[in-house]
C-alpha cells in the first residue's frame, strides 16, 4: 500500500476548500432577496448572469443552514448536525434548498471524518444550473479525492474520467488515475498509465517522479514483464541511484539467461562498485571465483573487505571460508613475491595479456599509476583472447579511480556489443554508474 504523497496534495487542498465552499450557501438567497452569505462569487448561478432571477433558499432553512456552518468552523460538529438535521426536517424543499443542504452535509461528513458519506453529498451538489464550467471541474476534482480518501478506487476512476471530460487539465489527476488503478491492483492499467506519464518528462527533457518510476517498476513485476521491470530500474538508477535499486538491477543481471560464466567476474566488479556485496555468499563467490581466474591477491583483497565490513566472520561454515581465506593469503603472497619478474618476463611476449593481468595486480596491491600504466600497455599491445573483457575490468579500474573520461573511451569501444552474454548490460549499467559518481 502507497502512502499519500505530493501529487494528492493539489487534491487534497481542493477537497478542504471544497468542504468550506460546500458548506456557504454561496449566491443563494433568502425569500425576501437579502444576501446571506459573502462567500465566492464564482457560485452564482449561470441563469443570473443571463438576467434571470437568482435562486433563492427560504429563511426558515437558511438560517438553520448558516448556524450550521458558523457551528462547523467553531469545530462543534454535534451542534452543527443537529441544525442540519432540523433544516432537513422542513418540507417542499426546492432542488437548490436541496443542493445547498447537500453542500452543508458534505461539509458537515467531511468534519466528522466520514468521507464516503460526504463524497455522496458532494455527488448531490456537483450539477445543477448553478454552477459555472469552472465550478464544476473544480468539483469534480474534489469529488476524486474524497473517493480517494475513502479508498473507492474504482469511483475515484470514475470521477478522474468525469473530470477529463469536463476539461480538467491538472497533472495530479492523471497520477492519482494510475495510483488509483495500482491500489485497486488492476496493475496492467497502472502501467500502461504510468509508462505514458514517464514517457511524457523523458520526452520533454525532464525527470521522472521518482513515485512513478516505483509504482512502474512493481506493476511491471506484479503482471510478470521482466524486460519492462529491467527497464524501468535502469531508468530509476539514471535518475534516483540508491544502493537498493542498483543491488535489484544488479541481482536481474545475475538472472538473465545465459549470462556468460567468463563474465560473471566483471558482474562481480561492477556490483561492488555500485552497490557494494550484500552478504557472505557474495564475499566468497567472489573471491573463489578471482581464485579460480588467477586473481589471488584481488581474492584476498576481497575477502579482507568481507570481514572488515563484519559481513565474514572467522571460522564461519565449518571452516569452508578459513580454508578459503588461507589460500588466497597464500596464493596472493607468491604472487606478490614473484609479481616484478613476472612482469619482465610478460614485456617479452607477443600478447599483452599477461601484463594486463599483472598490471591489475599492481593496482590491487596499492601501486595504481604504475598499475594501470601496465594494463594500458598490454591492451595496446594487443590480447588475442577475450580482449573485450580486459577492457572491461579496466573500465572498472578508471572508475575507482575516477578517471570518467578514459572510462567512457573505453565503454564506446564496447558498446553494441552482444557477445559475450551479459556484456552489453555490463556496459550500460557502467556507463549510468560513471554519469552519476
Same mark, same amino acid.
Given at each position: !500500500?502507497?502512502?499519500?504523497?505530493?501529487?494528492?496534495?493539489?487534491?487534497?487542498?481542493?477537497?478542504?476548500?471544497?468542504?468550506?465552499? !460546500?458548506?456557504?450557501?454561496?449566491?443563494?438567497?433568502?425569500?425576501?432577496?437579502?444576501?446571506?452569505?459573502?462567500?465566492?462569487?464564482?457560485?452564482?448561478?449561470?441563469?443570473?448572469?443571463?438576467?434571470?432571477?437568482?435562486?433563492?433558499?427560504?429563511?426558515?432553512?437558511?438560517?438553520?443552514?448558516?448556524?450550521?456552518?458558523?457551528? /462547523?468552523?467553531?469545530?462543534?460538529?454535534?451542534?452543527?448536525?443537529?441544525?442540519?438535521?432540523?433544516?432537513?426536517?422542513?418540507?417542499?424543499?426546492?432542488?437548490?434548498?436541496?443542493?445547498?443542504?447537500?453542500?452543508?452535509?458534505?461539509?458537515?461528513?467531511?468534519?466528522?471524518?466520514?468521507?464516503?458519506?460526504?463524497?455522496?453529498?458532494? *455527488?448531490?451538489?456537483?450539477?445543477?444550473?448553478?454552477?459555472?464550467?469552472?465550478?464544476?471541474?473544480?468539483?469534480?476534482?474534489?469529488?476524486?479525492?474524497?473517493?480517494?480518501?475513502?479508498?473507492?478506487?474504482?469511483?475515484?476512476?470514475?470521477?478522474?474520467?468525469?473530470?477529463?471530460?469536463?476539461?480538467?487539465?491538472?497533472?495530479?489527476?492523471?497520477?492519482?488515475?494510475?495510483?488509483?488503478?495500482?491500489?485497486?491492483?488492476?496493475?496492467?492499467?497502472?502501467?500502461?498509465?504510468?509508462?505514458?506519464?514517464?514517457?511524457?518528462?523523458?520526452?520533454?527533457?525532464? =525527470?521522472?517522479?521518482?513515485?512513478?518510476?516505483?509504482?512502474?517498476?512493481?506493476?511491471?513485476?506484479?503482471?510478470?514483464?521482466?524486460?519492462?521491470?529491467?527497464?524501468?530500474?535502469?531508468?530509476?538508477?539514471?535518475?534516483?541511484?540508491?544502493?537498493?535499486?542498483?543491488?535489484?538491477?544488479?541481482?536481474? /543481471?545475475?538472472?538473465?539467461?545465459?549470462?556468460?560464466?567468463?563474465?560473471?567476474?566483471?558482474?562481480?566488479?561492477?556490483?561492488?562498485?555500485?552497490?557494494?556485496?550484500?552478504?557472505?555468499?557474495?564475499?566468497?563467490? !567472489?573471491?573463489?571465483?578471482?581464485?579460480?581466474?588467477?586473481?589471488?591477491?584481488?581474492?584476498?583483497?576481497?575477502?579482507?573487505?568481507?570481514?572488515?565490513?563484519?559481513?565474514?566472520?572467522?571460522?564461519?561454515?565449518?571452516?569452508? /571460508?578459513?580454508?578459503?581465506?588461507?589460500?588466497?593469503?597464500?596464493?596472493?603472497?607468491?604472487?606478490?613475491?614473484?609479481?616484478?619478474?613476472?612482469?619482465?618476463?610478460?614485456?617479452?611476449?607477443?600478447?599483452?595479456?599477461? !601484463?594486463?593481468?599483472?598490471?591489475?595486480?599492481?593496482?590491487?596491491?596499492?601501486?595504481?599509476?604504475?598499475?594501470?600504466?601496465?594494463?594500458?600497455?598490454? /591492451?595496446?599491445?594487443?590480447?588475442?583472447?577475450?580482449?573485450?573483457?580486459?577492457?572491461?575490468?579496466?573500465?572498472? =579500474?578508471?572508475?575507482?579511480?575516477?578517471?570518467? *573520461?578514459?572510462?567512457?573511451?573505453?565503454?564506446?569501444?564496447?558498446?553494441?556489443?552482444?557477445?559475450?552474454?551479459?556484456?552489453?548490460?555490463?556496459?550500460?549499467?557502467?556507463?549510468?554508474?560513471?554519469?552519476?559518481?
Amino acid at each position: !500500500m502507497i502512502e499519500r504523497n505530493r501529487f494528492m496534495r493539489p487534491l487534497l487542498a481542493c477537497s478542504a476548500m471544497l468542504a468550506i465552499v !460546500m458548506a456557504h450557501p454561496a449566491g443563494a438567497q433568502t425569500a425576501s432577496g437579502a444576501q446571506r452569505t459573502a462567500s465566492s462569487p464564482a457560485s452564482a448561478s449561470s441563469a443570473a448572469g443571463a438576467g434571470e432571477a437568482a435562486p433563492t433558499v427560504r429563511p426558515e432553512i437558511g438560517n438553520l443552514l448558516l448556524d450550521a456552518q458558523r457551528l /462547523l468552523g467553531e469545530k462543534d460538529n454535534k451542534e452543527a448536525a443537529a441544525k442540519v438535521l432540523a433544516a432537513e426536517a422542513i418540507a417542499d424543499k426546492t432542488p437548490y434548498e436541496l443542493h445547498i443542504l447537500a453542500r452543508v452535509k458534505g461539509a458537515l461528513a467531511t468534519a466528522m471524518g466520514d468521507a464516503e458519506s460526504a463524497a455522496l453529498q458532494y *455527488e448531490l451538489a456537483s450539477q445543477g444550473p448553478w454552477l459555472t464550467q469552472t465550478d464544476k471541474v473544480a468539483r469534480l476534482q474534489a469529488m476524486v479525492a474524497l473517493y480517494y480518501n475513502a479508498k473507492n478506487y474504482a469511483k475515484a476512476i470514475e470521477w478522474i474520467e468525469k473530470y477529463q471530460q469536463a476539461g480538467g487539465a491538472d497533472p495530479a489527476m492523471r497520477m492519482v488515475l494510475a495510483q488509483s488503478h495500482y491500489l485497486k491492483a488492476d496493475y496492467a492499467s497502472a502501467a500502461k498509465a504510468l509508462e505514458i506519464e514517464v514517457g511524457k518528462a523523458i520526452s520533454a527533457g525532464k =525527470v521522472p517522479e521518482e513515485l512513478q518510476l516505483k509504482l512502474l517498476a512493481d506493476s511491471l513485476g506484479r503482471l510478470r514483464d521482466q524486460a519492462g521491470h529491467t527497464r524501468v530500474l535502469e531508468t530509476m538508477v539514471r535518475y534516483y541511484p540508491s544502493q537498493a535499486t542498483w543491488r535489484a538491477l544488479i541481482s536481474r /543481471l545475475w538472472a538473465k539467461p545465459q549470462l556468460a560464466t567468463r563474465l560473471q567476474m566483471d558482474v562481480f566488479r561492477l556490483q561492488l562498485a555500485a552497490a557494494g556485496l550484500a552478504d557472505e555468499t557474495d564475499y566468497t563467490e !567472489m573471491a573463489a571465483l578471482a581464485l579460480q581466474e588467477g586473481s589471488a591477491i584481488e581474492a584476498s583483497k576481497v575477502l579482507e573487505q568481507g570481514y572488515a565490513a563484519g559481513v565474514l566472520v572467522a571460522g564461519g561454515k565449518a571452516g569452508e /571460508l578459513q580454508r578459503l581465506t588461507d589460500k588466497a593469503g597464500k596464493s596472493a603472497t607468491e604472487d606478490r613475491n614473484t609479481l616484478e619478474k613476472d612482469i619482465v618476463r610478460a614485456r617479452t611476449l607477443p600478447d599483452g595479456l599477461a !601484463m594486463f593481468n599483472y598490471g591489475f595486480n599492481l593496482f590491487q596491491l596499492g601501486q595504481a599509476e604504475r598499475g594501470v600504466t601496465l594494463m594500458e600497455q598490454g /591492451l595496446a599491445k594487443g590480447i588475442a583472447r577475450n580482449g573485450d573483457l580486459a577492457r572491461l575490468r579496466l573500465v572498472s =579500474v578508471y572508475a575507482s579511480l575516477k578517471q570518467r *573520461e578514459k572510462a567512457a573511451e573505453l565503454l564506446s569501444s564496447l558498446a553494441g556489443k552482444v557477445e559475450p552474454v551479459g556484456l552489453d548490460d555490463c556496459v550500460r549499467y557502467w556507463t549510468l554508474l560513471l554519469r552519476r559518481s
